[in-house]
């Protein structure tokens, strides 16, 4: 049945971008919890843990997002026999990707403090986790968020990839939008145009954010 | 009992050796400035007693630890061996009372108004008494070098090591860093300071030691050394330094 795109379409686009934001959202926050640790990993004065922490990136980073969404939604219940809902699939996919990045973008922000920081705080009997809590982290965070920022412009434009195992975002919404009005230019142009609200103020902050960082420095 | 003591130390990074088989006694209460050229391993040997570097050979101890035993806890060790570094090494982040105040609190677990009584008396000691809740930037280099100096007392230490703390500082700012480290000195702290500030070396000293090649080459009352030096190497470097 071939209906009219009207104004009701929009409406559910908009309603489905709510879980574009929030698949987002959940996979910033187990990437960060993952790139918090690969950060530290590779920064260790551990060789095995600094290792173990390049490992992962270049694993994770050397596979394609998508093939993580398959292994984890078609793959883990012929593997383990676990069913995982497509919620489950995209967070946990999103989480190990968004990790992955987010800790290499930390290493290199931690790895910006010069090393004598590092020195100073050794040299006052700080262990390894104080001289970061205390000294190295507070500075680097500075350093960090530009990049971070622009991280999640892209995390928030690669949701779009939990379509293909049936996570109902905001690409989703407009396949199917597409499959009852067959107006693909119409719908897609919408579809287009939330991302680009959602991230074209992300980036403008994300270079102000620049901008103050360096004037201050 | 000596406080330091080294017994052939070697020190190379890769195919250089920078310490060639160094071996020292200092006595708690002894100034020892260490005068050489640079790359003569001065600064390297104040490095390695507090363990910022590792030696290839050798052995060191701290007041009958071992520093280069991997079994010795560098932690406990460094509270009591304070460092000062030629790029003063503040926290920037930090205000002056949380940069003297951090490892006392975070280290020694010292209540914050005890830690901000702590941070005013040393900054006292270096003149600094109304910085206290200043940056380091809003400091000039010779206001940063003294309250580093502080940051390193606050700690208590036996042993202070002075890493050329004034070769970036004006002439100006020199003299009054200087002038906290005879203070410091008068106290009765034991002080190793690697330094070419050869008059103030002659003038605070008990010992003085040239270092060449990876090698104690010359050492010696500091009047003495400086005025009779035995070796071409010690003469051709105090003709350099002083004209």
Redesign the interface.
């Known amino acids: 049945m071939i209906r009219e795109f009207s104004l009701v379409d929009i409406y559910y686009l908009l309603l489905a971008a709510r879980w574009t934001l929030a698949l987002t959202g959940l996979a910033f926050l187990g990437g960060s919890l993952v790139g918090l640790l690969i950060a530290v990993l590779r920064v260790s004065p551990v060789a095995p843990l600094r290792a173990l922490g390049a490992g992962y990136i270049s694993i994770v980073q050397g596979i394609p997002l998508l093939a993580w969404l398959f292994v984890l939604f078609f793959g883990l219940p012929i593997l383990a026999g676990v069913r995982v809902s497509p919620w489950i699939a995209a967070m946990v996919a999103f989480s190990i990707y968004a990790g992955a990045f987010l800790g290499d973008i930390w290493r290199g922000c931690l790895q910006a403090i010069p090393r004598?920081?590092w020195?100073?705080?050794?040299?006052?009997?700080?262990?390894f986790a104080?001289q970061l809590r205390?000294?190295i982290v507070?500075?680097a965070v500075r350093v960090a968020i530009p990049p971070t920022v622009g991280f999640l412009v892209q995390l928030i434009k690669n949701t779009s990839l939990a379509a293909v195992i049936g996570f109902v975002e905001l690409t989703r919404e407009g396949q199917l939008t597409n499959s009852t009005t067959y107006r693909p230019f119409t719908v897609y142009i919408v579809v287009a145009a939330i991302y680009f609200a959602l991230c074209f103020p992300l980036t403008q902050w994300s270079r102000s954010l620049e901008r103050t960082f360096r004037v201050s420095r | 009992m000596s406080l330091v003591e080294l017994h052939d130390v070697v020190k190379r990074f890769g195919a250089n050796t920078v310490l060639d088989r160094v071996s020292l006694t200092v006595q708690p209460g002894e100034i020892i400035a260490i005068i050489g050229r640079s790359g003569s391993g001065k600064s390297t040997m104040l490095r390695c007693i507090n363990g910022l570097e590792s030696i290839q050979g050798g052995r060191i101890v701290f007041d009958g630890e071992t520093v280069n035993d991997p079994a010795t806890n560098l932690r406990k060790l460094r509270q009591r061996v304070g460092i000062v570094f030629q790029s003063y090494n503040l926290f920037p982040h930090l205000s002056v009372e949380r940069n003297i105040t951090l490892a006392p609190r975070v280290v020694k677990g010292i209540e914050r108004d005890a830690a901000r009584d702590l941070a005013a008396r040393a900054l006292a000691r270096v003149g600094l008494a109304d910085k206290i809740d200043a940056y380091p930037d809003q400091l000039s280099g010779g206001q940063q070098q003294r309250v580093a100096i502080a940051r390193s007392l606050a700690m208590q230490p036996q042993l202070m090591l002075f890493d050329e703390i004034t070769s970036a500082l004006d002439p100006e700012l020199t003299g009054e860093v200087l002038k906290v480290l005879e203070q410091v000195a008068k106290e009765g702290m034991t002080m190793m300071l690697v330094t070419h500030e050869i008059g103030f070396a002659r003038r605070v000293a008990t010992r003085l030691i040239f270092m060449h090649s990876g090698r104690i080459w010359e050492e010696g009352l500091a009047g003495d050394v400086l005025a009779k030096p035995r070796t071409p190497e010690l003469a051709t470097f105090l003709d350099a330094v002083l004209h």
């Open positions: 004598q920081q020195e100073a705080g050794a040299s006052l009997g700080l262990s104080d205390y000294i507070p500075q």
